[in-house]
């Protein structure tokens, strides 16, 4: 492995763009230290004027810009070289600074709660600036009716601490205690993990799938009492929280968080179940593919087609990047060759480089991207992909202030996933035979059933068990894995033969002690895939759109900034859109194989 001094500077990231030296980073960092106190001149007197207020609200943006910046150049240093000693105290120091910066400022929404509202709407008819914050205060306004007294929201803010328990249980047991048995892989033995579970799952040798599979389920299977309680205590969690600040469901309150109406939760399932029968057809192509008489939950992650292997330069990659983008336009085009150009990327591995991908950035710098480029399809897919999200940060940080620049985790992979779908959608027409086309549908069928079916799937077990949890009907054992049975034999249809061992797969899901999240990775995918098919049918209304929506920020809220490009995700079209072009290339595909 390559020593990060060995790789030539121009496949490494630039960040002296964000602080010319380490040197400048602790002069803001002593600065900024020395600041924070400040918060406390506030404390108490926003009521006084709208100067005050404004002046608040100003110095709050500041001193967390500042931290932003700080944490992430020696966060983005760290990862680097994770040994390096120097960068990872940096890293604890501005997370330090971070934490006492939101200990300082936690008056600020109670405070701004407090105040009598027609002084405060009388406050932002003042000219002093205030109206910037306009949005920042309305939001905080949002949550009046859910928010408590003061000593209540003390109480609760204290009883945290005992309630969040279920998920720590969870995560102590499934990463640290909890240990899967040894299987036989091609003469060796080797050890399930997290890590190494959908490798096997995806091994041509279905003894091996067969194997790792009751293996890995026995292991949960074998706790599944516990593992019941503990996330039945974690749905009664958020089951309390919801009720003790009068919102009508665990699920309402966990929308509302992110300005997201329920329907656009009701309107998924129903757009996807519409559609099952698309699944039921992907099964028995599946089945058909690999040739198997019946076909198995073991059966689902190994390729239908046979490995089409090629590998890319990374000069190759940016080239299929930017021919698979241009549907996006000149300006667009004409970014990302500035980030080529300009080191925006940090490329190829090195000793001690974090690994994966990621994009990432301060307000006020361009984005960074991080990969580990190692030549194969996916890596190009990943820098479309890392791109996207760092074009979306661009846009934003060019045309919205600070305040109303960082995006929602409802949008957050909209751009990303739409750059992959369009890249995806040039190579197939470029596609060389019917190999390499079958290959690539394969892969982007895989992206439909993981992302769109599967977290559907999820989404819909969390509304059924928290509601459930609500009407105090218990959530034991059996009562889990009888709803989660019922809808892998609804999602998957005929042609599959539904294992038992799969009624344990909820009881492995780290996901589900975050309630009501992944519903967003399946609303985000139909949303992309939606947009580029329009763009890609030559829509100029469609793609006008998608550049407001790139500059929105979070000034708007997800849904007008995704209504834009003409997507409206509290209806299913969307969603139905998306399953269209799942339908066109299974279509293809079960022609080919
Ligand atoms: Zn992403």
Same mark, same amino acid.
């Given at each position: ?34 600041? @924070? ?11 006084? !004027? ?27 240093? !760290? ?46 008819? #003042? ?12 939001? %905080?306004?949002? &949550? ?90 974690? %749905? ?6 919801? &009720? ?21 939760? /009701? ?32 059966? @689902? ?44 990327? /940090? ?7 974090? #690994? ?66 369009? @890249? ?16 690539? $549908?394969?892969? =982007? ?85 939606? $947009? ?16 407001? =929506? ?30 269209? %072009? ?12």
């Amino acid at each position: 492995m390559k020593k990060r001094s060995d790789i030539p500077v121009e496949f490494t990231w630039n960040m002296e763009d964000m602080f010319p030296s380490d040197e400048a980073w602790k002069e803001l960092y002593r600065e900024t230290e020395k600041r @924070l106190p400040d918060y406390q001149n506030y404390k108490g007197k926003l009521a006084e !004027s709208a100067e005050t207020l404004y002046q608040c609200l100003l110095f709050d943006d500041e001193c967390s810009l500042a931290i932003e910046r700080l944490f992430v150049y020696a966060r983005q240093k !760290s990862d680097e070289d994770t040994g390096n000693q120097i960068y990872q105290e940096l890293t604890g120091k501005a997370q330090l600074l971070a934490n006492r910066a939101a200990e300082l400022s936690s008056f600020l929404i109670p405070e701004i709660l407090s105040m009598d509202e027609t002084l405060l709407s009388g406050y932002l008819k #003042s000219d002093c600036g205030i109206a910037h914050y306009r949005k920042v205060i309305e939001r %905080v306004l949002d &949550k009046k009716a859910h928010t408590l007294s003061v000593e209540m929201e003390e109480l609760l803010a204290q009883s945290l601490e005992a309630t969040q328990g279920a998920s720590q249980i969870f995560n102590m047991f499934n990463n640290a205690d909890l240990k899967f048995p040894e299987i036989q892989v091609g003469g060796e033995s080797v050890r399930i993990t997290h890590g190494n579970y959908i490798k096997l799952m995806e091994n041509q040798d279905r003894t091996v799938r067969q194997n790792a599979f009751f293996a890995l389920y026995g292991s949960y299977k074998s706790f599944i009492n516990t593992l019941a309680s503990t996330f039945s205590a974690n %749905v009664k969690q958020a089951v309390f929280y919801a &009720k003790a600040r009068h919102y009508s469901s665990s699920r309402a309150y966990a929308l509302a968080e992110n300005e997201i109406p329920e329907n656009v939760y /009701d309107q998924l399932i129903a757009a996807v179940h519409d559609r099952m029968g698309l699944m039921h057809r992907y099964a028995a192509l599946r089945r058909r593919a690999l040739g198997v008489e019946e076909l198995h939950m073991y059966d @689902l992650y190994v390729p239908m087609v046979a490995d089409y292997d090629r590998s890319y330069t990374y000069e190759e990659a940016k080239a299929m990047v930017l021919e698979g983008l241009a549907p996006l336009g000149d300006h667009y085009l004409s970014l990302l060759k500035e980030g080529f150009r300009n080191r925006w990327i /940090d490329v190829y591995e090195n000793e001690g480089k974090r #690994s994966g991908a990621y994009s990432w950035g301060a307000y006020g710098t361009h984005p960074y991207v991080l990969l580990n480029f190692s030549g194969t399809l996916d890596h190009v897919f990943t820098l479309a992909h890392e791109m996207g999200h760092a074009l979306h940060s661009w846009h934003s940080d060019q045309n919205q202030p600070y305040t109303y620049a960082g995006y929602k985790i409802f949008v957050a992979e909209v751009a990303s996933t739409c750059n992959e779908a369009l @890249l995806i959608r040039h190579m197939l027409d470029k596609a060389e035979n019917e190999k390499e086309e079958a290959y690539l $549908i394969n892969h =982007f069928l895989e992206s439909f059933r993981g992302t769109l079916f599967r977290q559907t799937m999820f989404a819909e077990f969390e509304a059924i068990v928290h509601r459930k949890a609500a009407e105090g009907e218990p959530l034991t054992a059996e009562s889990l894995c009888g709803i989660y049975r019922q809808l892998n034999v609804e999602y998957f249809g005929p042609d599959m033969v539904v294992d038992h061992e799969i009624d344990y797969e909820w009881a492995r899901i780290p996901h589900f002690y975050t309630p009501f999240y992944v519903y967003q990775y399946a609303t985000g995918f139909s949303a992309a895939v939606a $947009i580029s098919s329009r763009i890609l049918a030559g829509d100029q209304g469609t793609l006008d759109g998608y550049v407001k =929506f790139l500059s929105g920020g979070c000034s708007m809220t997800p849904i007008e900034l995704l209504k834009l490009c003409g997507v409206d995700m509290s209806t299913s079209k969307p969603v139905g859109e998306a399953l269209a %072009v799942f339908e066109g290339l299974l279509d293809r595909l079960e022609t080919l194989i």
